[in-house]
């Protein structure tokens, strides 16, 4: 037995699961699926006096259609997101990116929820919210409260959110008017957390780019949309690919760690992203999806 | 403070009083004495400690105890007996997919959720979904082997 001693408790609404955060007085922690907190417990890197289970909560784990959105619930699993057929046809980069979170032990446990709220500067989802530019709806003590994913994000592992706060549902709005997409990653183990990884979507019109979306994560503390990269292949066509790739190494200032040096990441992801356009392209034009 | 838990084991039902921080992996073994589920690197790296929590497979070690409370789980003394194997023991007895047999039980619980949710057409899918179990003996070459096997085994009689 690793954990250090915790109450706990397995609430069955919302409401009152915040109230058992704000009872915990800050010294309480949220488990979804536990995937990232449990590590945490084992080490006693986290020691919390209070955990409080999600799962018995009715009602947050769907996914759904809503117009021009997709929207899923916190408690949804990354299997479920991985097998969803809805998610393959509405938000693909999406789709391909799942089978590289973690495996699929994993995937049967984590959620979107979990993953989000703990902000792995290295982890699929929180760099699909924010190139997806999702919304994350989240309850707390004054009620609820919509945060841009761009917003959410403040630091490897850390998010906007209050103690008591507890993410509950995301929407992700569908590309519609996109063509051509990729997902590049690569990682020291296929399903260990990523080395550098890119998401890359465009719309084309009569042979140039007219609308693209862009971000990228292990390169920084948060993933981050590149809005200058995404500027700079407006009107760009099929032989931009080394064009784009050194736009893209330009935007990124990552660091050196214990696996890869700074030069290396950023030549990693400068090469992500001329694999990610080539690919892009590719689909736009009609070549295999 | 210890919290009343109801689970059903490989199809025996179990009742018992838990602390919220007992983990799933230490109830199977130290509690109940099923030591047939290994414990590796207790923070969900290795894969050695890998069940069946109804019908997917789970890291034990990541799961609490007291969240299997109502669940059916399956571990690898649930698959066959030695003298009668499962289809996949079966293929690594056959394709000598084991060594010391540290990481065989996660390795197997991992290749019956692998079998029966991805249709494991190349060498490099059955190597991508064991990218989560570690060997130090084998080189996985055996144990890819065993997995390959038991997938065409189950194409076979499963159209």
């Given amino acids: 037995m690793k954990p250090a001693a915790f109450a706990y408790c397995a609430p069955t609404s919302l409401d009152e699961a915040v109230r058992a955060l704000q009872a915990a007085d800050g010294d309480g922690k949220v488990m979804a699926g536990g995937q990232s907190l449990m590590p945490l417990l084992n080490f006693r890197m986290t020691r919390p006096t209070m955990v409080v289970d999600l799962t018995k909560i009715p009602d947050l784990s769907f996914i759904e259609q809503r117009g021009d959105r997709v929207a899923i619930g916190a408690l949804t699993r990354h299997a479920d997101l991985e097998f969803s057929a809805l998610i393959a046809e509405r938000l693909p980069v999406m789709s391909a990116a ?6 699929l032990a994993i995937r049967n446990r984590g959620t979107i929820g979990g993953s989000l709220s703990h902000a792995d500067p290295a982890a699929e989802l929180p760099m699909l919210a924010v190139f997806y530019s999702a919304t994350i709806r989240a309850q707390g003590p004054a009620g609820r409260r919509d945060i841009a994913a761009e917003d959410f994000f403040v630091s490897a592992l850390a998010t906007c959110l209050d103690p008591d706060e507890i993410v509950f549902e995301i929407e992700f709005p569908v590309l519609e008017t996109h063509t051509g997409w990729a997902f590049e990653e ?13 998401a890359l979507s465009i719309e084309t019109r009569d042979g140039a780019i007219v609308d693209a979306r862009v971000a990228v994560m292990g390169v920084a503390d948060t993933p981050l949309r590149l809005r200058d990269a995404e500027q700079a292949l407006l009107g760009a066509r099929g032989d931009a690919a080394a064009a784009f790739g050194a736009v893209v190494r330009g935007c990124v200032a990552p660091n050196s760690d214990i696996h890869v040096s700074a030069d290396y990441r950023r030549a990693l992801i400068g090469a992500l992203a001329e694999k990610a356009f080539t690919r892009a392209w590719q689909r736009a034009a009609g070549g295999p999806k | 403070m210890t919290i009343d838990i109801t689970v059903t084991i490989n199809g025996r039902l179990y009742r018992a009083s838990v602390e919220p921080r007992l983990l799933l992996s230490d109830f199977l073994r130290d509690t ?5 589920t290994h414990v590796g690197c207790e923070h969900g790296v290795c894969g050695a400690c890998t069940v069946i929590i109804d019908g997917d497979s789970v890291r034990s070690c990541l799961t609490l105890a007291v969240r299997a409370d109502g669940a059916t789980i399956t571990t690898v ?7 009668q194997l499962n289809a996949l023991q079966h293929q690594f007895r056959e394709c000598h997919g084991l060594q010391c047999g540290f990481c065989t039980p996660g390795m197997l619980m991992t290749g019956m959720d692998l079998l029966k949710k991805y249709p494991l057409a190349t060498d490099d899918q059955i190597r991508e979904g064991l990218s989560g179990n570690l060997c130090r003996c084998t080189g996985y070459q055996n144990i890819v082997a065993a997995i390959r096997a ?4 189950r194409n076979e009689t499963t159209p």
Avoid at chain 2, 32 to 36: D, I, K, P, V, Y
């Fill in chain 1, 98 to 103: 799942m089978p590289h979170v973690a495996h």
């Fill in chain 2, 150 to 153: 038991a997938a065409a085994l």
């Fill in chain 2, 77 to 83: 003394e649930g698959l066959g007996t030695p003298e």
């Fill in chain 1, 186 to 198: 690569v990682s020291r183990r296929f399903g260990d957390f990523a080395l550098a990884c890119i």
């Fill in chain 2, 32 to 36: 109940l004495g099923l030591t047939g």
